[in-house]
């Protein structure tokens, strides 16, 4: 039994020295086959599926091979987005804080992109930093590879699509100048629904930015032995005796493998289940009762995940009616990926394809959606 023992965190990403977390390896595995085949790629997934985790975890993994420079637009002020140099600055001050103090970076390319971070370079461009960047690459004893997480944070202006264009440019061309081995974007808007942020004026923008990117077909959501080879590490360290097969298919049964609802669960029954008046201690939490306090706790509380899935309900008439049918009339509808309201509402997490069907996503959304449709209503009143 460890002496620091491990919690479970649904706050940020997980960390394998601090939290219990399903074994990425393989994951990894699959992903750095891209990189090594040079893809340019986006991983788009619902709001806490793990992405930032798993980039994270990545960067570990390539580091052996790689020269990596991860970086999270979430961190680059509004303001920056709002005009092309100072968004140079901004990205440029990035990469530097990305790599601290790392000797990878070749003595005139630090120079040139703190000029740049300083403000102090004239024509401070993104024409002009990427040819920085390109000198880099072509110098760099490591390849150079770029993650970008929360890409999709503000890309409804001018200046994140000439980004895109650049990245996208210099990967094309990468046969005839140095560019990043690979581009790696995460967020939850994929290459399709890119427009769906930016205004209807301004569609023609959505262009080729995104149409190089490889499909990211990697499974995400974790799955019945992944939750066994977390709780195996738990059960390690407390001894609760719990059924850690059943319990982990019972846990897989409510939430279909979405990353944040197993820890949620993980965590009530860890912290607020075991020595409730009904669960004096660990043993009789982790059981099936347990488990379904833990999913009445979960349903009843207000968490940063069901308020961002109830705003796109308010936000979405379209969504909400197609939820409604679902839900309450027990209508089937076809799974067409390009139709807008099911593209939309698998992009969010709602829903996903079940043999040719639309099916909401997991019990708990099941349960959560309902209750939010019935709060005081009628079902009429619920869906008008």
């Known amino acids: 039994m460890r002496k620091n023992r491990k919690y479970f965190n649904v706050n940020g990403d997980c960390k394998p020295g601090m939290h219990y977390m399903v074994d990425l390896t393989g994951r990894l595995g699959l992903i750095k086959a891209m990189v090594d085949a040079g893809e340019y790629f986006t991983i788009n997934r619902a709001r806490q599926f793990g992405k930032t985790t798993t980039l994270k975890a990545l960067e570990r993994y390539l580091e052996d091979d790689y020269l990596v420079v991860s970086l999270d637009f979430q961190t680059i002020s509004q303001t920056d987005f709002g005009a092309e140099e100072l968004f140079t600055e901004a990205f440029a001050r990035e990469i530097l804080d990305a790599l601290e103090e790392k000797t990878e970076i070749p003595p005139d390319v630090r120079e040139e992109l703190e000029e740049f971070s300083g403000g102090m370079k004239r024509r401070a461009t993104l024409s002009v930093l990427f040819r920085c960047l390109s000198r880099w690459c072509g110098q760099s004893e490591k390849k150079i590879v770029m993650i970008v997480d929360e890409v999709d944070s503000t890309m409804n202006n001018q200046v994140f699509l000439d980004f895109l264009a650049m990245l996208r440019g210099y990967y094309?061309?990468?046969?005839?100048?140095?560019?990043?081995?690979?581009?790696?974007?995460?967020?939850?808007?994929?290459?399709?629904?890119?427009?769906?942020?930016?205004?209807?004026?301004?569609?023609?923008?959505?262009?080729?930015?995104?149409?190089?990117?490889?499909?990211?077909?990697?499974?995400?959501?974790?799955?019945?032995?992944?939750?066994?080879?977390?709780?195996r590490e738990y059960e390690y360290d407390y001894g609760t005796g719990m059924n850690i097969h059943d319990?982990?298919?019972?846990?897989?049964?409510?939430?279909?493998?979405?990353?944040?609802?197993?820890?949620?669960?993980?965590?009530?029954?860890?912290?607020?289940?075991?020595g409730s008046k009904d669960f004096p201690d660990k043993r009789s939490a982790w059981t099936r009762e347990g488990l379904l306090d833990a999913v009445n706790c979960l349903l009843g509380e207000k968490n940063t995940l069901f308020d961002s899935l109830v705003g796109k309900l308010e936000l979405y008439p379209e969504l909400k009616e197609m939820l409604y049918l679902l839900l309450f009339q027990g209508q089937s509808i076809l799974y067409n990926p390009d139709q807008y309201v099911i593209e939309m509402a698998e992009m969010f997490g709602f829903v996903k394809k079940d043999g040719g069907f639309v099916r909401i996503a997991n019990r708990i959304f099941e349960i959560g959606v309902k209750e939010h449709f019935l709060d005081g209503k009628t079902l009429i009143e619920a869906v008008v």
Not at 200 to 211: H, I, L, Q, R
Not at 259 to 265: A, E, G, R, T, V
């Open 172 to 231: 094309i061309h990468r046969d005839k100048k140095p560019a990043f081995q690979s581009v790696i974007l995460a967020g939850v808007y994929d290459v399709k629904n890119l427009k769906r942020k930016i205004a209807a004026e301004d569609e023609g923008k959505v262009n080729s930015p995104w149409n190089i990117a490889a499909d990211f077909l990697i499974e995400m959501s974790f799955s019945v032995e992944d939750i066994e080879g977390m709780l």
């Open 247 to 274: 319990m982990s298919q019972m846990l897989y049964d409510y939430t279909d493998g979405y990353p944040f609802l197993i820890s949620k669960l993980c965590k009530l029954i860890d912290e607020w289940v075991a």
